[in-house]
């Protein structure tokens, strides 16, 4: 069974930086590019970054280009995004999702809430 | 940069067909744009319908189709059930490597 898991959210104050993690299973996550994906609370979603499946190409909406960095460990199935400069609106829920143009095998996500 | 659209909200009659729509504020949509939908209800996580502008993801039933038609992507349910009463948000790849999500189009069947 496909699985993406994500971890790593929390309560950061503005300017701040977090990391998370997504840990992949069940597909040879080598072979696919990946994808995350944000939701802010009563709003729609929005695709953040993606990765191709080396890591050797990446990806970003121009609302976190510069401050956010998506990065793979294929040794270990695993995704991860570093954010910096954190502000009120990158609250959210955080989903990590395989593929980039076709999202699939969405994991339940990881709140992520920028305050003071 | 280019605003992926949908309408807000549509309703349809249990057992009614239904075209949800997803257009661009400047250009036209083709397959091309490699076209996907993803229906998600309240405090789930986004499950994918379609890819690849009209391929079902695995367990969607044929009940929802989807193309291009003129210059927007099209999802239509058939026979619409209580339970596919969810927001639906298309996704197109705009620019190379950065796909943009639609507002999406929150569905009610009554």
């Known amino acids: 069974e496909v699985q993406v898991l994500e971890s790593g959210g929390g309560l950061v104050q503005p300017g701040g930086s977090l990391t998370l993690s997504c840990g992949a299973s069940?597909?040879?996550?080598?072979?696919?590019?990946m994808s995350w994906v944000r939701q802010a609370p009563g709003r729609g979603l929005e695709w953040v970054s993606g990765?191709?499946?080396?890591?050797?190409?990446?990806y970003y909406s121009d609302s976190v280009k510069g401050r956010f960095t998506i990065s793979r460990d294929n040794s270990k199935n695993t995704l991860v995004l570093q954010m910096k400069s954190l502000r009120a609106d990158d609250t959210a829920v955080y989903y990590c999702?395989?593929?980039?143009?076709?999202?699939?095998?969405w994991g339940q996500g990881t709140l992520v809430t920028v305050s003071s | 940069q280019a605003v992926v659209t949908q309408e807000p909200s549509l309703s349809v009659s249990p057992g009614g067909t239904i075209t949800l729509t997803c257009g661009l504020s400047?250009?036209?949509?083709?397959?091309?744009?490699?076209p996907s939908w993803y229906q998600q209800t309240p405090g789930q996580a986004p499950r994918t319908l379609i890819y690849?502008?009209?391929t079902r993801s695995s367990g969607v039933p044929d009940r929802f189709s989807a193309s291009v038609v003129g210059n927007k992507a099209a999802l239509t349910i058939a026979g619409a059930q209580a339970d596919d009463e969810s927001d639906y948000y298309c996704?197109?790849?705009?620019?190379?490597?950065?796909?943009?999500f639609g507002g999406g189009t929150r569905l009610t069947v009554l």
């Open positions: 690849s502008t009209n």
């Open positions: 999702a395989k593929g980039v143009t076709d999202l699939d095998s």
């Open positions: 996704l197109l790849n705009i620019r190379s490597g950065a796909p943009v």
């Open positions: 069940g597909f040879t996550f080598r072979q696919y590019a």
């Open positions: 400047s250009g036209s949509v083709s397959s091309n744009s490699y």
């Open positions: 990765i191709g499946h080396t890591g050797a190409d990446t």
